[in-house]
């Protein structure tokens, strides 16, 4: 006759270090996507999260129809007027920041629109449109055939001179 007979004792697990919120951001610029981007709902591309301009343009790229063109716009847009930005993706979506300072600024794609949140939105003059939850965000849709260029600028600007949201 077999027995079998269990063993009672446990065998620990190790322990998972805790991210060090301190730790120094790498740049993950070189490394390309080697495959294919799945599209989640609404068309939000889904892009591993990343810091430098590399995530960031694969998400543009990755943008369907007309709303890669306005990524682009916009991503040229705010290169422009603040020379130094910091580009992430993180949550599939884009961040804009400046003088690590935090992010002023970020982009996600919907099925009819690319929605803009400005953090500080309520500290631009004059206010966008979109309300949140959230007390000093602000957002903007943008709908094809919508980009009023002047506008944005004016918005990045200012965005980019207000403290920034450490996310």
């Not at 009672?8 to 060090?20: E, L, N, Q």
Request: charged content about 25%.
């Amino acid at each position: 006759m077999v027995s079998s007979v269990k063993s009672t004792t446990a065998v620990p697990k190790p322990k998972a270090r805790p991210a060090r919120k301190d730790a120094p951001v790498k740049d993950t610029e070189a490394q390309p996507l080697s495959e294919p981007v799945v599209l989640l709902s609404g068309g939000n591309p889904q892009i591993p999260k990343g810091y430098g301009d590399a995530p960031v343009q694969a998400y543009i790229k990755a943008m369907p129809g007309w709303k890669s063109q306005i990524g682009r716009q916009l991503d040229t847009l705010i290169e422009h007027i603040v020379p130094d930005v910091k580009k992430a993706v993180k949550w599939n979506s884009p961040f804009y920041g400046a003088n690590d300072d935090g992010w002023f600024l970020s982009l996600h794609c919907f099925t009819k629109y690319i929605k803009v949140t400005f953090f500080r939105g309520t500290s631009l003059r004059p206010t966008p449109p979109g309300k949140s939850k959230h007390k000093e965000v602000r957002y903007l849709d943008i709908r094809e055939g919508e980009f009023d260029e002047q506008q944005i600028s004016d918005w990045v600007r200012q965005a980019s001179q207000l403290p920034g949201e450490k996310l």
